[in-house]
Structure formats: C-alpha cells, structure tokens
C-alpha cells in the first residue's frame, strides 16, 4: 500500500510536471513501474535515515579510584545549534537530565550527586522558568563504590532531552565493566531491571548545579539598563531630589576654584558608586554567584521576597518611612568634616543613609531581582543604580548654570514615591505566584493574579487622576499634564487586563502572570474564553479532551482514527511533548491564529500524540521495539516508538496530515513558526482528501 501510494503520487507529479505519460501507460509498462518502485523504496530508505536525528554523541568512560570506588564519566558532544537540558532544568519547563542505574542495591552504592560540566541559564517566556543547558559539550561524573566483589556489571540508563527547532526525547543505555574498566553502549533488551535507583539529583528543582552557570552578555546589559532607570526614579523621590542643589552648591562655594569643585563633585558621584557596588558585592559574596540561581525558584526565597516588597510598598505609599539608625547618620556626619578624600566618602555615605527611606525600597526591590538571576547580576545592578544617582551630582557641578532648570520640589516628589509603591505591590504578587507554582497549590492562579493587578493598576490611576489622596499627599486643585498622561497610559494598561479573566493571552505582560494552563478555567473566567465551536455544540467524543484554545484533540492514535472515520474527516497528526518548547509555540502563536484555528477546529481531527508521558502501561501491553530495541514501558515510550517505526522519525514537533486509513496527504513538518506557510502546508493535505 505504502508504494502504491508514492507510485500514484508519483504519477500525480509526472502529470503536474506536464509529461506526456498517463496513468494508464505507466501501468502498462511493467519495466518502468519495478524502476519506480525501486526509486521509491531506495527514497523512502534516504528519507527516512535523514529524519532520524541523533545530534549528541556519547563517550562513556570509567576510571577505578581508591577504596573500592570508581568515577563514572559521559562525555556527550553535541551538535552545532543544539542544546541538552540539565538536570537542574526546574520542573514545568523542559526535561531534565536524568539517571537510572539498574541493579545497585546490595552490589554497589551511589555516593553524592551527579556533577556537571559548565551550563548555560536563560529564561524561558513559553514554560516561564530558567532553563539550565549545555552547548557544544554535556560532561557528567558520577562517583560509586563497590559493595559486591562478585558484581563487575555497572548499567546506567540516561534519559535526556535535546532541542533545536525541535527536540528529542533520549534514552540511552549504558555499561561500565569494573574489572577491566571498559565502558560501552548497549541496548535496552540487555538491561537487568532489579533494584533500579536514580541519582539523587533527579528532578530536584530547590538544588543548585554545581557547575559555574554562564550568563550571557544579554542578560547582564538589561540588569544594567533597569538598574539604571531605577536609579533616575531614586532621583525622583522627596529624600534624593532636594540634595542635588544642596550638595553641588556645597561643593562649588567651598572649593578655591571651579575647578577644585568639579574635582570634587567628581569623586563625590565614584564615591556614591563605589558604595552601592561595595553592596552589591557583599550580597554576591553572601550568597555566592552560583547560590543565587536557586532564588528563582527556591519557595521560601519568593515568599520571603514577596514579604519585602510588600513592606517596601507600603512604605513609599506613606504608611511609614524605613530609615536606618539615626546614631549611623551622626557618626558618618562628623566624619564628613573631616575633609579631602575620606570626608568626601562619608558625604556619600551620609546621602546613602538618609535617603534609604526612598532608596532602600528601590535597591532592595533591585537586588531581589538581580539575586535571582544569579552571578554577578547584584554588582552590575547597584552599578546602573549608583551610576545613575550619582550623575546628576557630577554634571551640575561641572555646569551649574543647569540648576537654575531643574524643577522645584513640591508635591509632585511625593507622586513619585506612591507611583513607585503601586509598581513595587504589583511586581511583589510575582514572586508570591513563583512559590504557588513551584509548590503547584493553586491557591494563586491566572484569574486570581490577574484581578490583583486590576485592582493594584486600576487604583493607581484614580491616584494618578487626583481621586484617592494618601497621608503625604499635598492639596492640590488640578493635576498637571505629565500626571494626567501617565494615569491615562495606567488606565489603558488596566483595561487591556480585563480581558485576560476571559481567556485572552495578555503577551503583552507574558511571564508575568501565571501561564494560562495554571487557572481555574483554562478558557477564562466561566469557560469563556473557549474558542473552540465544536466544544460548545457536541459532547467530547471517547478518548478525546479540549486541548490547546479549545480544540479538541484525540490523545490515542486508534481513537482519534476511529472517530474520523465516522465523521470523514483527515487527520491532523501531532507529534509532541509537554516540555516540548517549540511545540508550545506553534500551540501559542500559529494554531492561536483564527486562519488556524479555523481549519484545525472545522475540517480535521486532531490527534496529539505525547511522546514523554511518564505514565506506565499496563504490564500486558508492555513490549520491546523490534526497530529500536527499546523496552516499551510507558505510554511516552509508545508513541514515541510508533513515530520511529511508522515514519522514520524521532524529533518534535512532527506534524502529519492523513487519511482516514493512515496513509500521508501531503510531506511531514516540523516546527513552522509562520503562519501562512503552515496554512498552506495544512490546506495541501487537506486538498488531497
């Protein structure tokens, strides 16, 4: 059947290339037809070897230590744009690294966690968690020690996953012999399943790598940038703005020259750096560069950060002001007298401690994001700060002719303060909705953050219009411009939340709220937010759910084709995964578009085939692949398999359109970001049928 099929096809072909042979004819040859069948069966052959992708290629190794223990090393290299996961990937992202060893108990003993070679950490929009990768090379060691002379045979499984486009679930099996120290790779139907245990390193997302994780240069430049803008909006508040006249009047009456006083002012402003760096600094050396990443993700870290941003809030919204120890100011006061360099400093430092009601919410906010990115994110945080608090102080004393511009204080330092609160509450529900979803209570879902936020922004600009006054709000009669401009930008931002209690994906804020999977309606408040016709107007056939914005989608293969046999319909066949990236974004940005979604809701059934369900089949359906090899245990494990077998393939996402018999309408795809492109790839199959 299968050659029939490329046959005609292939005749279809010679007709649209305008030859002049028919259907007819071609059967009549006999010769030429075994020709094309052995063409066909020769590119069936070439097709299917290249779309088995294998892009890292394994070294196991093992060498014998003291005592008794051994180091086991895998050394993967990996392709040119390819990247493996670590096993410290956090949970809701992509698969982590993970390893099984089989028959441990009472022949030899795991000692300590797997460690690994250098990694890579980026934030992930679609999963909204950090990654943790490798690039080019994946190097693994693992210390055992031997408790049974008797048993020489140590077998290590290795699961990974590999991305690009797209990605590739592995399974790798691998054995170490510790008597002549050799090391192979060996296929799963040689495996001795007894007493299998993991490394402890498995899936623990509260544990830290400890490898050094590089940031990139990317990464750094935004701390730096926000950091920067956070350091002008310190400018703005009641406790720094008035200082600035004050301290450049300071310095231009009491040095000698203008030069003297430039000078000055100069090592006034590196001061103000160099102590906010300092600070940041000791936070780094505190925690430690590599610590830092666990924050992100550490539940206590987010509750406790929620906590303080709270506080922080509610202080610059005029509840009560955060001040350091008032003996701290006089002490650094009269050291300030003391003149050259050093009195110079203690100025600094005296600014630093008499603005922390104003600067302490911003820096502590500040810190709190840069800790959880890890590194040196805190010292290139309070750079951008400090660099920005500190120009203004420099420039105005090298021209001070630009005094005469600034404006004068007066109420509207005061907005500025609150302006920050509203914006501090609203980031602190972050972090509070970080450890609900690391810890998966859902007690603060999509719905429920997204109504905080409302409230937060919709009070913010009645604030910002004059409605609501707050203690250390100045009477006034009007509202200036640039006040009334931002409360209309504040209000717009408002409404353009309300949609999201209904469904909308809001990618305006993405990786703010929670995803919209993690709600009380996946469709929005009330189930709204369905797009889906055929979920509203017929009951779900057998085997079926709503899946990706109301589809409904088949999550067994014989299912899904049973039902569009009775309904006559193709076939859209999804290979995927749920830590499948690329797969969430062909979900999120392409079927999302109404073309798509449309065509996929109307006229196909979708069956969405999951290749990395970890749920077990039952023992009786339990088998070993005769293509791979492979022990079939799970139900990922399955459909992964029939992907290999039936179509000579092993990446996602794989799409496919067939008939109501299986076979191909049109050629597979892969991950096709742009939309019209897989609208005409849809509508080809769709055609054929």
Known sequence: MLFDDLYHRGNCYCLNSNRIQTTTELEKNSKMKKLFYLFALALVFTTAQAQILNPVKWEPKIEKQTDGNFLITLKGNIEKDWHVYSQFTP????????????????????????????TQRQFNTVFEVDEVFFVDQAVFTQQIKQTNPEHQKVQLELFYQVCKESCISEVKFFEFDLKTLTAKEITASDIKEENTIATPAKNDIEKTATSTEKKSDTNLATIFFIAFLSGFAALLTPCVFPMIPMTVSFFTKQSKTKAKGVKNALLYGLSIILIYVFLGSVITLIFGADALNALSTNVWFNVLFFVLLVVFATSFLGAFEIMLPQSWANKVDKQADRGGYIGILFMALALAIVSFSCTGPIIGTLLVEAASKGGIAPIVGML?????????????AMFPGWLNSLPKSGGWLNTVKVTLGFLELALAFKFLSNADLVLQ???????????????IFGTMALYLFGKIRLPHDSPTDSISVGRLATGLVVLSFTIYLIPGLWGAPLKLISGFPPPMTYSESPYGVGGSGKTSNNSESISLPDGAHNGPHGLIAFTDYDKG???????????LLDFTGFACVNCRKMEDYVWSDPRIHTIIDKEVVLISLYVDDKRELPLEEQYVSPETGKKIKSIGNKWSDFQITRYKANAQPYYLVLDTEGNSLNEAAGYMPDVSEYEAWLRSGIDTF
């Open 384 to 396: 951008g700060f400090s660099s920005a608090l500190a120009l203004p102080f420099m420039l105005f």
């Open 441 to 455: 209570l859902h007690w603060f879902e999509r719905e429920t953050f997204l109504a905080i936020w409302i409230a």
């Open 561 to 571: 084709m049973a039902y569009a046999k009775s309904v006559n319909k193709p076939v």
């Open 91 to 118: 949970e809701d992202g992509p698969l982590p690294t993970e390893f099984i060893f089989h028959q441990a108990t009472d022949n030899y003993e795991i000692i300590g966690e797997a460690t690994e070679s250098e």
